[in-house]
């Protein structure tokens, strides 16, 4: 197993795990999705990293095109000692892959890659069956897109709930999701989703969709934990807004003489989200996991945190549009209501 003797590791015992409807999810995760800028062999090659300082938690897709790579890398930390029940793998199913035939293919697929017998957890990457060529522009619109449907999303649904009853799946989630759909959903299905992974930083709070989730049980999961300064230039707005310079992050960051983004972390932590950061340098996904363990945000730290959200969404899903849509907005429901 690849290792960095001169990096200290973490005990995964001394990180929090929050108790799902089947197992408890490790507090921080790491990101896998690196398909724009990192190889497949680089974030295997993290995951082998990550393991040995002390990470459980891995959040994979199979449209990132790196799950073989990084089943190789599970088998090497499972093989140095750490037993597959310590370990908590996320993966998703792609929305060209909604149909419920479909989604029991795509499941079957990941389990292979990640040479897994059972996913912790599985979630329904976007509530679109909208599908989009690899790197596409975000102008492009696919002419079978459509808005959101129930009666689809709840196909879905409903195959992600027989994964759970053949036992290929411990836990099912939704993913960029609203609360007008995610209320649908509630209303309908057999199995609640046990997580609904989203954007969350401090820039993009979301607290009214928080308290829902809270309300519901829900445990939110929170991609671009640290405002996403690597994220491609496709999802690039001038509007955007940088979390680590924020001047209440960056006074924080001083006052415990740490990285801004290890103020973001322990936020995201302390807030009661599960961040989910992507990195491929050992330095700097081992601060993220000490920040987790060490040194907490004051409640004044907290609450000063609290009041710099801007509501800059970053990863906005325009390829996912459909023709008559006005703009990505008509994605996130923002009247209430889900947008037709």
Known sequence: MSSHPSLDAVDPNLVPRIQLADGAMPAIGLGTFGSDHVSADEMARAVRGAGSVGYRHFDCAEVYGNEAEIGEALKRLQGSGIARDELWINSKVWNDHHRPADVAAACERSLRNLQLDYLDLYFVHWPFRNHHPPGCSVESRSPD???????????????????????????????????????????????????????????????????????????????????????????????????????????????????????????????????????????????????????????????????????????KGQVFLWESAKDWRDLWDLAGAITQ
């Open 145 to 315: 897109a459509t808005p959101y449907r129930h009666e689809a999303f709840m196909e879905t649904w409903a195959a992600m709930e027989s994964l759970v009853q053949r036992g290929l799946v411990r836990n099912i989630g939704t993913s960029n999701m609203t609360v007008p759909k995610l209320q649908r959903l509630l209303e309908d299905a057999s199995i609640k989703p046990s997580c609904n992974e989203m954007e969350l930083h401090p820039h993009f709070q979301q607290p009214e969709f928080i308290a829902f989730l809270e309300a519901q049980q829900i445990l939110p999961v929170g991609y671009c934990p640290i405002g996403s300064p690597a994220r491609p230039e496709r999802d690039r707005t001038p509007d955007d807004t940088v979390d680590i310079e924020d001047p209440v992050i960056v006074s924080i960051a001083q006052a415990h003489g740490v990285h801004p983004a290890t103020i973001c972390i322990k936020w995201a932590v302390q807030r009661g989200q599960v961040p989910i950061p992507m990195s491929t340098n050992p330095r700097n996904y081992l601060a993220n996991l000490k920040a987790v363990v060490e040194d907490p945000l004051t409640d004044e730290q907290m609450s000063a945190i609290a009041k710099i959200d801007r509501d800059c969404r970053l990863i």
